[in-house]
């Protein structure tokens, strides 16, 4: 099988994977370990993001990263630079609020202090 018209779908239950033709996607199909089904989506890669405006959750196929996503629950555009900017960044007490508590991504903050 030609691995470039494959993808990989991790099981939910036992997290193998699992080698999927791209036509096949959405078929129905088992996992080759556990023998579950395996989730009938498109299964390929997608973000998840939390609107900075209403704080809904929402997932956004990769496919359609740069289509401009809108948040599913207040329609406003979705901060998908976020994803991509360079790690890590620099907080301070001015940016604070836009870069921790507005953040469409979760955060892991690590705190130092000279004293």
Do not use: H
């Not at 997608?46 to 359609?64: F, H, L, Q, T, V």
């Not at 907080?91 to 130092?112: C, G, H, R, Y």
């Amino acid at each position: 099988m030609n691995k470039d018209n494959t993808a990989i779908i991790r099981c939910p239950s036992c997290g193998a994977g699992n080698r999927i033709p791209v036509g096949r996607i959405g078929a129905a199909a088992k996992c080759g370990k556990c023998r579950k089904p395996l989730p009938s989506g498109n299964g390929l890669a997608e973000y998840k993001m939390r609107c900075s405006d209403c704080g809904a959750k929402n997932k956004i196929p990769a496919a359609k990263i740069d289509a401009g996503p809108k948040c599913g629950k207040c329609g406003q555009k979705l901060a998908t630079a976020q994803l991509f900017k360079p790690q890590p960044v620099m907080v301070t007490d001015a940016n604070f609020e836009d870069e921790i508590i507005k953040s469409p991504l979760p955060v892991l903050m690590f705190a130092w202090a000279p004293w």
